[in-house]
């Protein structure tokens, strides 16, 4: 099975991964 399906269960994973893709909201995430 892809690996997308096991990020699928940890949604720590997909939040981490959603945010190294956007890095601008990261910015404004991390003070």
Not at 12 to 25: A, D, G, P, T
């Amino acid at each position: 099975a892809p690996d997308i399906f096991y990020l699928l269960k940890n949604q720590e994973l997909l939040i981490v991964f959603y945010l190294l893709n956007n890095q601008e909201l990261l910015k404004y995430l991390i003070f």
